[in-house]
């Protein structure tokens, strides 16, 4: 497989610098910003590591021997996640997902599944606490992330053939392994379990159909996702995105016809669908081809506690400085600058994406997906 890469622009360091302000006002436990979008989801970023190199997302030829890993001082302790977590329940966040890199890389991760999961949202109830993975090391840690209050997984999986997986994740883990994680989760009670398949053209498209098979009739659900544009190492281009639309129809004609389902909540990344004449579901999500910006209710923290309001954002807000001040800011002054963050934002990057040139494109500098997370 012939792919381009492009140098990696280390953004991680860059800084915008935060004030507290003057008057500082309690949290109601809702939070809208300037297209009327509430805060909803908070993505945490656990680590910038991963034991995979998937070509679209941390790729061999830039995430080599060589490349340098944020050291341990710099990623935010369990103590510093948990705090900022609640500063964000406070402001109405009721979903939490632990990612990557790889989350199960981060030693003693249940131990922050358990401290997370003992918070209690704005209504009373535990915040539903999800975590994606690439599954490698699920069947080890199903029943003890179970255990410590994880509600469930999703799963990544780009094709149920061994040689084209492989190929994908370039680390020669094999797709059995894969399946005996999913396996090993559904045991423990990790469920629903979604299993997400990023198609890009030309090198597994080929397994929509098959990979809508192989899941259908039984209790997982599956969701594709296109090829998106997130970062700079994986030389994206527009032509390896095959749409949402041609998706669903090549399943249909494959001899599985889908209904529509409606969404779960305003702002759910995927667009439903059920097989008829059965409860098996499966998932679109279309952030190239159809963007969902006038919905999105998420926002990110990366390993080193700068927050990113948008996927596809070119700069984050250091929180982890306000932390670690030691003019020692209290919980009601970094949530009310949490609260400035997002009441000021305005991204809508997908939707805008049609409109920009080539040049345009070349000179935004994204954030990697493996450091912000997905």
Not at 183 to 200: E, R, S, T, W, Y
Not at 279 to 306: N, P, Y
Not at 315 to 331: E, F, I, Q, Y
Request: include cysteine; charge should be neutral.
């Amino acid at each position: 497989m012939t792919e381009k890469f492009i140098p990696l622009t280390d953004l991680r360091q860059q800084l915008s610098q935060l004030k507290i302000p003057t008057q500082l006002v309690e949290p109601d436990g809702f939070l809208s910003d300037t297209l009327a979008r509430p805060l909803h989801d908070l993505r945490i970023s656990v680590t910038d590591r991963c034991n995979f190199r998937c070509v679209y997302c941390m790729p061999k030829e830039v995430f080599d021997k060589d490349y340098q890993y944020l050291p341990h001082t710099s990623l935010l302790s369990f103590e510093e996640i948990t705090r900022i977590a609640r500063i964000f329940i406070a402001h109405g966040v009721k979903k939490i997902r632990l990612t990557g890199g790889e989350p199960l890389l981060r030693k003693n991760i249940e131990r922050l599944v358990g401290m997370l999961a003992n918070l209690r949202t704005v209504d009373g109830s535990p915040p539903d606490l999800t975590l994606t993975t690439n599954g490698s090391l699920l069947t080890k840690k199903a029943q003890s992330l179970k255990d410590a209050g994880l509600n469930r997984v999703t799963v990544s999986l780009d094709s149920l053939d061994d040689v084209i997986f492989k190929r994908m994740n370039d680390v020669d883990f094999s797709v059995a392994q894969v399946l005996d994680g999913i396996d090993a989760a559904q045991a423990a009670g990790l469920g629903p379990i979604k299993i997400n398949m990023v198609v890009k053209a030309g090198v597994n498209d080929h397994e929509v159909a098959a990979m809508a098979r192989y899941f259908k009739d039984t209790p997982h659900i599956l969701r594709f996702i296109e090829y998106m544009d997130v970062g700079a190492s994986n030389g994206w281009k527009l032509d390896e995105v095959i749409p949402s639309a041609q998706i669903v129809q090549r399943i249909q004609d494959a001899g599985m016809p889908l209904k529509a389902m409606a969404a779960n909540y305003t702002g759910e990344t995927a667009e439903r669908w059920q097989h008829l004449g059965s409860e098996s579901e499966i998932g679109v999500i279309s952030s190239v081809t159809h963007a969902f910006c006038q919905d999105c209710s998420r926002v990110r923290l990366s390993t080193e506690g700068k927050l990113y309001t948008c996927l596809f954002a070119t700069h984050g807000h250091d929180l982890r400085a306000l932390l670690r001040d030691p003019a020692n800011h209290s919980d009601l002054a970094i949530a009310n600058v949490v609260a400035s963050i997002w009441q000021a934002r305005s991204d809508r990057y997908s939707e805008l994406r049609s409109q920009q040139t080539d040049a345009d494109q070349e000179q935004r500098k994204k954030i990697e997906m493996s450091y912000i997370g997905g």
